[in-house]
């Protein structure tokens, strides 16, 4: 008998556990459901947009139609999942015209994403007041952009900062507000943080960390933010203070949650409820360094979950061992990354760390056009294992995320990744490599 | 008592055991003796100051004169150490004057390095010939280019593709010749070889691949290269066609060579005449996949050897466990990197493999600029360990290069890089990075 995948969802996680359960059961009867028009974009694509890099919206469209008739994907957009019923292995879904129908299914995949978590800040329901999370949100961001000449980002992610470039890109005055005490508060340690809020600074980015956003000012449209009793004019106001995961359809069903409010699993992606997988940023994930649940909400980690859900729900095996929380961004020229936990993140999970900071350059002393960079290497103290990396550079900082999450991935110790061998030539790095430097500065205070 | 330690050769390996032994022991009497004018400049910038990158030879002096002083350093340039009697604990030096002394040490480190090869090709012996080693030679050269109009360069190694690159880069007409079935045949397997060859036809070069340099044409001066039978006109011949270790005072003293015809060590890069010590090119080294001696002569591995010689050397203690190989170079705007065994050196050390070659990009599909880039990986078919690795492209291969060592140095297999994290941001990579797509297809063959 012909098995019956329904997903709902049809972004990243969605699309690559349809492309996984196809590639595993050619003649499965997958359904991917989503309440959105467009499908299957590059959220992370959106800021780039809004900066002028990518030319449109459009362009951030990673499957094209033929990607669904190519799968076999019965694709049913506008569409909202209203109910799942987990005994009788059916989901009740609406098309926009209120029109209701029951699909059964032999296996399902959540992959209902996140949206944007707006705080209750006073003023919060004023027009010109956004969020990034779709195609819609940029577009209206975008047309927004056009006439404005201020702007205010509240919160200093990944993503309040990227959009926070596109404005100064796009000649706003353009200042950001963070509640936390330095800028990537969850991704960087404070000095590094403040490297990057110093570049962005001397870019002309005006940045307000510490304090929050007490009201969002203005009658009917937004006109400026009171920040501890400072009003700061802004004819447009971007929230990017996080996401939350959706899991009321889930939890409705019966679908157990971790302690991170995230969709709890198992190694297979499987749920409590059997034959109902998860993946993306509304499932749980376990944290490869601290073991502990942890919502990881990146891209990267939905498509490698939702390949093994997909895999899984066609009757394949694969599974899932967890995130370290790889991450890279560039903002103007400068590029940013990290992996594992920062020394901060550690010391809230009970470890014990030693780290060690060091700056070099990406090419050869007497190669132009060398940028410097800097890393940041903490190891946990008793095992010396290395459990998290940061980096600021020009060049090359991506792959370098990637070297050391292998390392962090295979336990590497810091005295290994000091005797590590790296390659070299002039116009693309040093001799002594600077991960091997970095390493080497923590080993010196381990002894 | 103050220990003495005596370095023969002051280039990276000898500099970077200097520096390390200086380190370990403060008051140390530390005496370098090199038989050049010149000391510790980078040898692999040579061909980069030909094509014009770096504005002059001087540029390439890694260690400034101040270094010396404050590392406390006897520096004796243009001095040959023309004897060691290890016994005595003396070594014989002459001076350019032809003065004679005898020094005497604790412990002595022969750094003495390698030189070029030429082959027995008729004709070696003209005017217009040259090797790539000192900063003479490329003075030489650059000299010799200056008015010269074509140039054949014989052997397709990276100093001969490199110096190819130069050649073209300052208009002359540029034939490369190599005796072997392909380019950079130690390096790459064939099918990467033919696109780099490609890449460089397509950029004017010629390339002659699988026929030998018969002889050298001209009278005094050289005026062409015949091969196969036929004349290729060249004012300028470079040889490049490999290097051969300085071993004769080392061998002359009683210190043991390897089945590579490189000094033989132990763990601590210590002979197997207590006291002596050696590092870089002259140094055999194992293959940390094959287990086997081999001749590494690459600059990291080089300074890795030092750091170890000179630490043990000042009475310290440290070991090196051999090298991979890890090589990068750039070509134009190729950059084109390996690691570990080519699956043809993995066939000839008796290894059975499974290899994949993919092609992708370094950035997301919808963001400008990106590169195609082209990743051959190699495992071992019985325990499915990558055993190696090839990179051609256009961005971030060096820290791929990096990364692959990484997972070979922890003997990572093919389902765990296939399984492993890694970051992912628009501007600058793809959410399925290219290594992981690699793995992936590996993984396949294997099934």
Redesign the interface.
Known sequence: MTRKIIIIGAH?AGLDAASAARKTDRSAEITLITKEKKTAY?R??LP?VLGG??ATFD????FPERFYKMMKLNLLTETTATNIDAKAKTVEIQDKNGNKETLSYDNLVITTGADPFVPPIKGRDKKGIFVVRTIEDGEKINKALETAESAVIIGAGLIGLEVAVACLERGLKTTVVEFLPYVLPVLLDKAMADRVQKMLEEKGMKIIVGKGAEEILGTDKVTGVLVAGETIPADVVVVATGVRANVELAKNAGVELGETKGIKTNLRMETNIKGIYTAGDCAETIN?VTRRPTMSQ????A??QAKVAGINAAGGYST??G??G?????LFDT?I?G?GLTEFMAGRAGIETVSGTIVSKTR?????GAFPIRIKLIAEKETTKIIGAQIIGG?????????L???I??E?TVK?LA???????????E???P?VLAAEMVLRKLR
């Open positions: 990243a590059s992370c694509g780039f890099h990518i362009d951030l469209t990673v490869l990146l891209g990267t980690t498509v490698k899932f061992s995130a370290l790889s991450w890279i961004t560039r590029e990354g992996t050869a002393d007497y190669f132009p060049e090359e900082v991506t792959q370098r995320i990637n070297a999450s292998f390392a991935q295979n590497m290994e005797k590590a061998e790296t390659c070299y030539a002039p116009p693309v790095c001799t002594w490599e991960m």
